[in-house]
């Protein structure tokens, strides 16, 4: 049976919220899913980096994407990675257990796969091996940059692409060549291409990318929403509001996820800034008024 298409659109990298003893809280979650999608975003990605997923049993792991796909309910699409093991064989088990979950697609993240002196075709072997052994999943590819960043080359994308099984490529790359060379060699596929970097993500909808999949749509969702759905029909207008996302995005560099979650906070959602990942306490009063400040921004821009 064919896999359903991955909606274009806005993708936002999940994050957990936490109890401040620790514990996921779902009952913020829940609300969390809800703002997401009030956004007007397109598709959800649980149970990756911003989650926190490095942090998370597997328990968890297969909760959340469990819970964030039922909340969902059908509105949107959710996907959701989770093999966090280094040995294949526990990879195979904890990709398993996600796509129990109902999920959309299973996001394998590429440095799972091959160490990083390893070759393309050790990846290659692996990741046969992952879909012989999961026969009826579909799923997507993640260039997460934890523990190292391992980005795929033209020809390992348009193998994946052949396969059939594969719908979703979160790019990291921040390049637009490279990501022109991989549009190529996707292209009459099923598998497409998400940008993460808030930089290069107009010249890539250019260049015929699906949307954006990045930590900058845990602040200004509805912009990103914005940019993507029409930015052909205003191109002056698209060009401004690029110039906004790119300065604000220096932003993730100032403790996040802990400044998502003082964020979202300021919106009202019930969100501790507790994370498992961060020391919240660091999080320094000079940085609290660097997010009152850019939302002030987004609130300007959003009236323009």
């Known amino acids: 049976m064919r896999a359903a298409a991955i909606s274009d659109g806005v993708w936002p990298t999940m994050i957990t919220p936490f109890k401040l003893t620790g514990e ?3 009952a913020a979650l829940e609300l969390l899913i809800e703002w997401y999608m009030d956004q007007g975003v397109h598709g959800l990605f649980a ?9 998370l049993t597997l328990e968890e792991r297969v909760r959340i994407a469990r ?11 959710v996907i959701a990675s989770g093999h966090t093991s280094d040995d294949l064989e526990e990879q195979i088990h904890e990709l ?18 091959a160490k ?4 393309e075709e050790v990846w290659l072997e692996r990741a046969q091996k992952l879909l012989d052994a999961l026969p009826d999943t579909a799923f997507g590819l993640y260039e997460c940059p934890y523990p190292y960043k391992r980005l795929l080359s033209p020809q390992v994308l348009k193998w994946c692409a052949a396969s059939g099984r594969f719908l ?5 790359s921040c390049d637009t060549e490279q990501i022109n060379d991989k549009l190529k060699a996707v292209a009459g596929s099923g598998l497409k291409l998400f940008n993460a970097n808030s930089t290069t993500l107009l010249a890539s909808l ?8 990045g930590v900058m749509a845990n602040f200004h969702p509805s912009l990103y929403v914005k940019l993507v759905e029409e ?12 110039a906004f996302l790119t300065v604000a995005s220096f932003i993730e560099l100032q403790m996040y996820p802990v400044n998502a979650k003082v964020h979202l906070q300021q919106l009202g959602l019930p969100i501790t800034t507790y994370c498992r990942s961060r020391d919240a306490s660091a999080f320094k009063p000079n940085h609290r008024l660097e997010v009152e400040q850019l939302e002030l921004l987004a609130g300007i821009i959003k009236e323009l």
């Open 231 to 242: 930015w052909k029909n205003d191109e002056k207008g698209a060009e401004k509001l690029q």
């Open 24 to 26: 996921v809280d779902y």
């Open 96 to 113: 398993a257990q996600i796509a129990s979950t109902g999920v959309d697609a299973v996001v394998l993240v590429t440095n799972r796969l």
């Open 206 to 213: 250019r260049q015929g990318a699906s949307g954006f999949s």
């Open 116 to 119: 990083e002196n390893e070759s």
């Open 47 to 55: 149970v990756c980096q911003s989650s926190e997923m490095f942090f």
């Open 67 to 77: 819970f964030v796909k039922e909340k969902a309910a059908g509105r949107i699409q």
């Open 168 to 172: 979703f490529l979160k790019d990291t």
